[in-house]
């Protein structure tokens, strides 16, 4: 599913009736980091003993990070290349080769860097040592990593994550915390070290603080006006994702939550006279990043939350580290029903005292999209607030018709014209 | 008139088994008030389950491929839209209820949005994705455990051991039947055998069996060795009717080998039925069967198994067949036409909304099997 991106983001949002950060300054920095050490992997990794691997944003990071091994995300590179319009490009690539218009644009965009890296920003990916898929977010990330692993030829690792269409199962828990086990086996095999129950548990209590950090901060957003709007959340929640349990992102975070807390001490909404509070559900439209939220910060209207970036947010689930790895990322809200996640909406309605909210249908995801309609009724009639679905693509701008969206968020904010 | 007499003629139930596939399951409460019928979608709902249950499995078909039902987007599969829209009609109200299986996005989708907006029970499994992931059949087997419990609710009914045991032998049964006519194929119509092995999900099993048990000698009558026909392997989703199928034989083809999901694909694999523990040799037959994209044994296993049947048929062409919006279908087709032509099989991607073939398809397969004609195997054997 998702990703951010860091820079140049600064400068538009000056001209958009839209309050900067000042830790934007420092995720850059942050960012620009991981960046770097990423791309010179191939020069230190080997050396120093450092695998490469290229997972997926559910993967059980924490687990390669005891074994010392350095995370890449092609979520987060593919919406780096959306947000520098690099998709359609990438995508004619992967199409060209055979790949569908119709499968994810974040991996059709990442199989075209893959095959033509000179027409990915930044130089493309640094190529992987190995692959470590987990299945709680999409099925289509299996079918896009086995891709890849025949092209690197190099091992993939998979987490099957069952589908809760309830709550955890006893089985499915058993089921997942097997291949963990598994897999810590097969990452002591490629990394020729041994799995350091300490070192996870030290990884585990960091990636159980930035996760906090990560919620408090939203929690600021509770207050009127809220002191960040969609696209702030969208931008810094890179490091949660890439950073997860290591020290860069808690420092961060923490930088970020005095920002945020401040501006609610001063009462600053990130909205000039913030009048209508949203919620937004899907991930971000990447190359309309501004444009869009535009339309909705110059009436007024600021998202407060997000069901997207709020993915990170959610607490660590109890036990033995392997045992909180095994029930944290089996319990992924992707990986749920649309009851669920219908009721996810609602409480963030509900705590983020929100006035309606929007969907993005996103026709790149699946299974973040296909059941939205169903959600959007449920919500709906459970809270009394109207709900928006726009149709559009997470990357592939050619899936955005400006005119129609424009036209639907006018009269979707027209009918909070007696709010003041 | 459905009831199987003893002494219907073979042709008489050859027609019977046409027309159930053409009817896919519409008049199914007229021909057979007595039985209680479960809708299922996906080759991965274990039916024996369904049939120790006292239920007949009925895999359900869309009756258009342009239904856009509001409860899904326009970029879904034709096969969610289509039964779903069904369903808001209630056209499957008779059914004691309908069984989901976890494989695609789209099918995890549909189980949470029938239950929010249809009529009917439904009930999920959600079996392994990685087959041979450590602790797999462990899983597997505690959710059928639970599928049985919840199925003996639904019909207020336990489902006995010895159940299940009969129900694994008719799967098995079923299953030979189906490979005996499978290896009629190159001789055989190709929608013909596309037809009858549709009939086999849509029709009560006994008497599927029963037609089918009488027919295959009249089928083996029927089968003629010499033609010059191009031999062709398809690969594909669900396809809800033989288009495709009449096309290509119009055209002058012959499917050799068949890897659709409403195909072959659905009876493939080998039943064991001798362990004396009918879970467990349930759950052998679907981790070992060829698998859909949807499923992973080991990396290449899919493609290494398709190469492989198209060798075996000695297939000179293959159909790879992406349903629109299908994304597990869809990431194969590229690695698998790449395969294929590594071996030397040529190979045409077909997108199709639904099922049914066009204009436009047929301009494209024409000019596909007449290059096939041209190679240099079809000659020589002409
Ligand atoms: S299908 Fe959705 S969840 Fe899966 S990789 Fe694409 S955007 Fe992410
Ligand atoms: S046709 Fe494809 S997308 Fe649709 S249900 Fe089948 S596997 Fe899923």
Redesign the pocket.
Known sequence: MPNAQSTKHNEPAKKRNYRPLVSTKALQKTMGRYYAITNYHRYWGKPLRRPLAWVTSGAPVELLRAFKIHSAYPEQYAAIYSARQATVSLCEVAETAGYSQDLCSYARSNIGGVLRPDLAPLGGMPKPDLLVACNNICGTVLKWYEVLARHFNVPLLVLDTPFLTGELTPQAKEYVLEQLNAMAVDLEKITGRKLNQQSLAEQMRRSAEITSLWKETRQYCQASPSPLNAPDLFIHMAPIVVLRGSQEGINYYRKLEAEVKERVKLGQGAVNNERIRLVWDNIAIWPQLFSFYKLFAEKGACFVTDTYSGGWAADHAPGTPMESLAATYTEVFLNRSPEYRANQLINLIRDYKANGFVMHSNRSCKPYSLVQEVIRRKVMRETGVPGLMIEADMADPRAYAEEPVRNRVQAFLETFDDLT | MTKIETHSAPNELLALLLEESTLKGAERFQRYPERKFFGY??SYFPEELILAAGLDPLRLFPDSENSTPAELPAYS?S??RGTLDMEIREKWQDLVGIGFTH??D??QC?SGIWAASGHSKTIDIVPPVMLTAQGASRYYQSELTNLIQELATLTQQDITQQALQDALLLCAHTRNLVTELDTLRPNLPSPIVFAILRAGQLMPRAEYVKALEQCLPTLKEMAVTAHRRAKLLVTS??LENDSLFTMIEDLGGRVVADDT?TGYRHYSGHTLTESGDPLSDIIKRYTGMPS?P?KNRSLNERISYLSELAKQREAQGAIIVI?K?????AWDAVTLAETFRNHGIRTLTLELEGANVGGQERTRLQAFIESLSQAPELSKEG
């Open positions: 979608f996906c599969c096969l969610a494989t695609c789209t099918m549909l989703a669900v999901c859909c949807c349903r919006y299908c994304e597990p279908h």
